[in-house]
């Protein structure tokens, strides 16, 4: 879990001088965002797409392997 799911992944890990995390790449967009944590499995969403999840939502769709870890 964390370090070793992100390796095995291919998820960028950040440089030394900033602080440790994770750029996992959102389900919608695709763009990489920083992360504190990481687990493997998780489809993670950026801030700018979350209002479209919760549009989804709403609507009644339902997106395959939804996680409140996002």
């Given at each position: 879990?964390?370090?070793?799911?992100a390796i095995r992944d291919?998820?960028?890990l950040?440089?030394?001088n900033e602080?440790?995390?994770?750029?996992?790449?959102c389900?919608?967009?695709?763009?990489?965002?920083f992360?504190?944590?990481y687990?493997?499995?998780i489809?993670?969403t950026?801030?700018h797409?979350?209002?479209?999840k919760k549009?989804l939502?709403?609507?009644?769709l339902?997106?395959?392997?939804?996680?409140?870890?996002?």
């Open positions: 879990m964390g370090y070793n799911d291919g998820i960028r950040s440089g030394k602080p440790r995390g994770y750029y996992p790449r389900q919608f967009c695709g763009t990489e965002f992360s504190m944590n687990r493997s499995g489809r993670y950026c801030d797409c979350r209002p479209l549009l939502l709403a609507a009644g339902s997106l395959k392997h939804e996680s409140k870890c996002d």
